[in-house]
């Protein structure tokens, strides 16, 4: 239901990225392995304990049987499995003997009856109506019901050194510069690639939009945001709409009865750009400037607080889920919105002073990306009004799936990084629903910037065509380098693929895009036109 809130309850307790660090034993994963034990002990050792290694390999410990009970990030994409509604009957008896009665009371939620719990392992007919190979069902972890047996097993010495840890990690920036280098050391050092820390003054900033990023948003707004570049997102917006229903129009592949269902979710789309018409003001919130670390934990309670506080209302769906200042945007399919920051509408994404072209493939790609998000493999299961249901026919849902087994393959075959194992790849479910956001979002944008041209040529402009314009401002947002720690890091972690493939992967499922530049079978990213996909 998505107009109402509800108190979700999941686990974490992992201080490696993901679980495949603990369980999967390359030589990369083995050495990271070991350097984490290190810095387990040194901060451990900085928080009092004599015997900080020790302490290290028994949170050490804990955390790799948590990585067991952790599903695959791919099947974490799968609402039908990851979304369960328990009473406080059936909460109580999947804990056992985990203390469930003290946990609410202590979190202030003792007279809730409805819980969400993310990872509960599916049932066999659950599995089976989700179609679950062997491989995906082994990626499945006990969850939910896992943690609570392991959390009334583990000794409270080993609980208490792992929440020593992870409060000194989580805070590090506003306490020593020692245990601050320390974290840096090994999580910008060891796992990103890094070099050097952000310079003082950002990391300054970064902490104060943590704690009032809407006020901080206020004033970027004020300063930084035109009115006329709003004006503009709006016609951009709308014309990307009118490429999408062109494209519900044209479809082929679909009955008229699952396109009608898509076409009402396209009608509700609603777009919210640049700021919310109303900013928090943190009443309540008191800031001491000579304690940072007390301030960082008073806004954590405020938030706490002001979440406790929705339970029994209903969902504000005008509520921004980023700041103003954030540059990015994104698709809640609860809410069947589209979301723009201020932020994001400036070069390399927007440019007031460049032409139509060079922004429908900038700014334009990033709209239709997020339009696509509503069709993508997790968001197509949402309907115009935000309910998870089945609205596909299910010969629809099967072509649908088609497409996506052949986007797979190209997701799949790229390998950014080399290991001693061989090469280390993109994971196809993983990173699905990003990538056809990427290409059907460049799809409706070329598309929605030949409906801004009203049937007129585009002119030449530095010696490039409309159409070249347009794809070199698609490549301009994803100019940019990548360390190799960080890419092996992104391809286990992250659904969003790095920047090349996000780019090479989506020009080449164009027809256009070979046409503006001479693009033949002698070159190295042609594919054939019966292997480009097309799905809208």
């Avoid at 603990?22 to 810095?39: C, H, P």
């Avoid at 050490?60 to 974490?76: G, H, P």
């Amino acid at each position: 239901n998505p107009t109402q809130y509800a108190v979700s309850i999941g686990f974490d307790g992992m201080g490696l990225p993901d679980r495949d660090y603990y369980l999967v034993d390359s030589e990369s994963n083995l050495e990271i392995r070991a350097a984490y034990l290190d810095y387990l002990t040194q901060v451990l050792t900085m928080a009092g304990y004599a015997d900080g290694r020790s302490a290290a390999e028994a949170v050490y410990a804990f955390e790799t049987e948590v990585a067991k009970l952790e599903w695959a990030r791919q099947m974490l994409r799968r609402p039908q499995l990851t979304y369960n509604v328990l009473s406080r009957d059936e909460l109580a008896v999947m804990a056992g003997d985990f203390p469930i009665d003290t946990l609410l009371s202590t979190a202030q939620f003792d007279g809730e009856t409805r819980f969400l719990a993310r990872q509960l392992p599916p049932t066999e007919e659950e599995m089976a109506e989700e179609k679950l190979t062997d491989e995906q069902r082994a990626m499945i972890g006990g969850g939910l019901p896992g943690m609570m047996k392991l959390l009334t097993e583990t000794s409270l010495p080993t609980l208490q050194a792992y929440m020593a840890k992870s409060f000194l990690g989580s805070n590090a920036a506003l306490l020593s510069s020692e245990l601050d280098e320390t974290v840096f050391d090994f999580y910008g050092r060891t796992i990103n690639g890094r070099e050097q820390q952000q310079d003082r003054w950002k990391r300054g900033i970064s902490a104060v939009e943590s704690a009032l990023g809407e006020q901080l948003g206020a004033l970027y707004v004020e300063r930084y945001f035109p009115p006329e570049s709003k004006a503009r997102m709006d016609t951009l917006v709308a014309n990307l709409q009118r490429a999408m229903s062109g494209a519900l129009d044209r479809n082929e592949w679909m009955t008229p009865d699952t396109i009608e269902q898509a076409r009402a979710k396209l009608n509700g789309f609603t777009p919210m750009i640049g700021y919310p018409d109303e900013f928090e003001t943190y009443e309540g919130l008191e800031i001491d400037p000579t304690d940072p670390l007390g301030n960082a934990m008073a806004a954590r309670r405020w938030g706490t607080e002001d979440n406790r506080k929705r339970l029994g209302t209903e969902v504000d769906p005008t509520e921004w889920g980023m700041f103003p200042q954030t540059v990015n945007a994104y698709y809640s399919p609860l809410t069947n919105r589209i979301v723009f920051p201020a932020a994001i509408l400036q070069p390399p994404f927007f440019n007031a002073e460049a032409d139509e072209a060079v922004n429908y493939g900038g700014i334009g790609a990033v709209i239709g990306h997020e339009i696509g998000h509503g069709y993508d493999d997790q968001g197509s299961q949402f309907d115009a009004e935000g309910t998870l249901r089945n609205w596909w026919q299910d010969a629809d849902r099967e072509g649908f799936e088609q497409y996506t087994a052949r986007m797979a393959e190209f997701i799949e075959a790229y390998c950014p990084v080399e290991s001693a194992e061989g090469p280390v790849c993109l994971r196809g479910g993983q990173s699905m629903g990003e990538t056809l956001g990427d290409v059907v979002g460049l799809q409706m944008a070329y598309r929605a910037y030949k409906l801004s041209l009203n049937g007129a040529e585009a002119p030449v402009i530095d010696g490039l065509t409309g159409d070249q314009r347009f794809f070199l401002g698609f490549a301009q947002i994803w100019r940019g380098m990548e360390r190799e720690e960080s890419l092996r890091n992104r391809v286990m972690t992250a659904n969003h693929p790095p920047g090349e493939f996000r780019l090479n992967n989506a020009v080449r499922h164009l027809d256009a895009w070979y046409d503006a530049f001479g693009v033949t079978e002698d070159d190295a990213l042609y594919l054939p036109p019966e292997e480009r996909i097309s799905i809208w």
